[in-house]
């Protein structure tokens, strides 16, 4: 299993009211299945994804990665897991605009350690692989929003 959530609740404090946001949520998902989450605005995806992401804890409930409690872990071991195990792909695609694409594709490598030399390499690569490697020093406004996505992703 790939992903667990057990009777999961998130609930928010608003003007000194409760405001529940998510209620028993049990959701599994096992590697190679595909999950898309959707609904209105205002329904919970924002906060599901946030669970998810390790960005912050249900209220009450169990949720696992990978088979390992992610409630249970401590905050380094979370950041840990979500540089490795996660990885989120934004609507406005969250790329530093000053940086080039090259630079942008390299940024978590920054937290997992490797070096500047290695990092670029890497990121070269990867965006060889997608079809941008004429693009590489390019910064985001050079960019088209297809380019964009797939220098985020």
């Keep these: 299993m790939i992903l667990e959530m057990r009777h999961v609740y998130k609930d928010y404090q608003s003007g000194g009211m409760v405001v529940p946001v998510l209620k028993d949520i049990c959701l599994q998902v096992k590697e190679g299945e595909y999950l898309a989450v959707m609904g209105p605005s205002g329904s919970g995806k924002s906060t599901l994804m946030n669970l998810i992401g390790c960005l912050d804890k249900p209220t009450k409930g169990e949720l696992f ?33 000053r940086q080039s694409a090259a ?15 290695k990092r670029l390499e890497k990121a070269k690569a990867a965006l060889e692989k997608v079809g941008l490697a004429e693009r590489i020093s390019f910064q985001p406004n050079q960019l088209s929003g297809g380019q964009k996505q797939r220098v985020a992703i």
């Excluded at 990665?65 to 695609?93: C, H, P, S, W, Y």
């Excluded at 630079?103 to 030399?117: C, D, F, Q, S, T």
Aim: charged share 25%; hydrophobic share 50%.
């Design 65 to 97: 990665l990978t088979g390992e409690d992610l409630l249970a872990m401590k905050e380094n071991r979370l950041a840990e897991v979500r540089l490795r195990k996660i990885g989120f792909v934004f609507q406005n695609f969250q790329l530093l605009p």
């Design 103 to 117: 630079e942008n594709v390299a940024l978590p490598l920054i937290y997992a350690g490797v070096p500047r030399k």
